[in-house]
């Protein structure tokens, strides 16, 4: 004997195929949730270890900074805070070993030029071209230390917020899915026991 749809009747494939529709989605946002959640905990830390770098660092060769700060940038490239906080610091440092660099070999070629025209240099210009053919050292000042240490922490602070909400939203998806479940749990008891009344009634 088959039971048509005017018995309300649901069979437990069917209340499981709604069970799955219903969680699919809140399981992908869910996962996205965590991942992003995760991600900023990373940048978190780097920003920290970057903070600490700044500051252990100030006033001497920034290039252990200078690639930390630009290595970041790659890796958390999807998290706006890191880009806002960091690319400002980048641009000056890039911009400053750009220019070291660039005085160092107009420098050089100057030194060359000056020595192959045959004319008398004295002691004191080669010494003079010899240290400025030697990119300079850029360094950190302690003015740049300190408002880029602030910089950092305000863009912890809000990472940490948005993980916050970040959690409110894990334990809202996490609370749907629990209450899908157990919508279908009773559907399927309601289920079971009406086919069994079912039977019942025709034996």
């Known amino acids: 004997m088959s039971i048509n749809a005017a018995t309300g009747y649901m069979s437990?494939?069917?209340?499981?195929?709604?069970m799955e529709?219903?969680?699919?989605?809140l399981y992908d946002h869910m996962r996205d949730a965590m991942q992003g959640a995760n991600?900023?905990?990373?940048?978190?830390?780097?920003?920290?270890?970057i903070k600490a770098a700044i500051v252990n660092d100030?006033?001497?060769?920034?290039?252990?900074?200078?690639?930390?700060?630009?290595?970041?940038?790659?890796?958390?490239?999807?998290?706006?805070?890191?880009?806002?906080?960091l690319?400002?610091?980048?641009?000056?440092?890039?911009?400053?070993?750009?220019?070291?660099?660039?005085?160092?070999?107009n420098a050089q070629v100057a030194q060359t030029v000056l020595g192959a025209s045959g004319t008398a240099v004295s002691s004191t210009l080669i010494q003079a071209f010899?240290?400025?053919?030697t990119p300079k050292t850029v360094t950190i000042g302690s003015?740049?230390?300190d408002a880029w240490s602030k910089q950092i922490d305000n863009a912890v602070d809000a990472l940490g917020k948005q993980d916050q909400l970040d959690m409110i939203d894990i334990q809202e998806f996490?609370?749907?899915?629990?209450?899908?479940?157990?919508?279908?749990?009773?559907?399927?008891?309601?289920?079971?026991?009406?086919?069994?009344?079912?039977?019942?009634?025709?034996?």
């Open 12 to 18: 437990n494939e069917a209340i499981l195929a709604w």
């Open 21 to 25: 529709d219903k969680t699919e989605g």
């Open 39 to 49: 991600t900023r905990s990373d940048a978190e830390s780097a920003l920290d270890d």
């Open 58 to 85: 100030k006033g001497k060769d920034a290039t252990h900074v200078q690639q930390m700060i630009n290595d970041a940038l790659t890796k958390y490239a999807d998290v706006p805070e890191v880009a806002q906080v």
């Open 87 to 105: 690319q400002p610091m980048a641009d000056k440092l890039n911009g400053e070993f750009t220019k070291a660099k660039t005085d160092a070999i």
């Open 130 to 133: 010899q240290e400025v053919s």
């Open 143 to 145: 003015d740049d230390s």
């Open 174 to 203: 996490n609370s749907e899915i629990n209450q899908a479940k157990q919508t279908a749990s009773g559907l399927m008891d309601a289920a079971d026991k009406s086919a069994s009344a079912i039977i019942n009634h025709i034996a």
